[in-house]
């Protein structure tokens, strides 16, 4: 319905002004000072950062209600894994904040949902750009799997500091005589995320087919 096709261009276009803002002042600021912008780069944009991602919850929502025809396990997949590595390890641990690794997946992360958004936002009009459209579909599949590599790289560097602090580890006291020790839950989702990316990197070939395959055919007829 127009309600609903308004509502997303709404959604698109606040996540596209997010993200738009993020990857701007991430080049800004690393024309303006070099390697020293990247240490900092959590502090100066972590917020906007961590307002997007959990905006992006929404898009589960869109899915199970209908108005987003997107698979719901990939994007799931995809929008939980920013969640786990962004609020979980990143957000709990001070001492990764300041690391160069922070900075690589903003970066990756960033330029994706720019061109992401860009491609859904023409979409709810009815705008389709071929290079943009191939850009979107093609983009992807080179950068997610640097992402989740940079992802796993993230979480190798907090575990040091989960298992000197023990954060997030549990231990019941007797007769329960039960315990969770939280670098063990990361070392098992360091597989987990590298099994997830086999079948998104699937989904995303998928995809790719079936839009640009789409968009030969309406070459042909025009």
Known sequence: SFTMNTYLFVYDLMQFCGHSWIFTNMIIRFLSFGKDSLADTFYSIGLVMRFCQLLSILEILHILLGIDKSRLFP??????????????VINSQEEVQGKYIVCVLFFLWNLLDVVRYTYSMLARTGIYYPPLTWLNFSLCILLYPLSVLAKAFAICVSLPYFESFGTYSIELPFPFAFSIYFPYVL????????????????????ERKAHLGRSNIKKKRS
Request: hydrophobic share 65%.
């Open 75 to 88: 994007r799931f997949l995809q929008i939980t894994e920013r969640i786990i590595v962004l609020f979980v």
């Open 187 to 206: 070392k098992i989702y360091l597989l987990v995320l590298f099994i997830g990316m086999c079948f998104i990197i699937q989904n995303l070939f998928s």
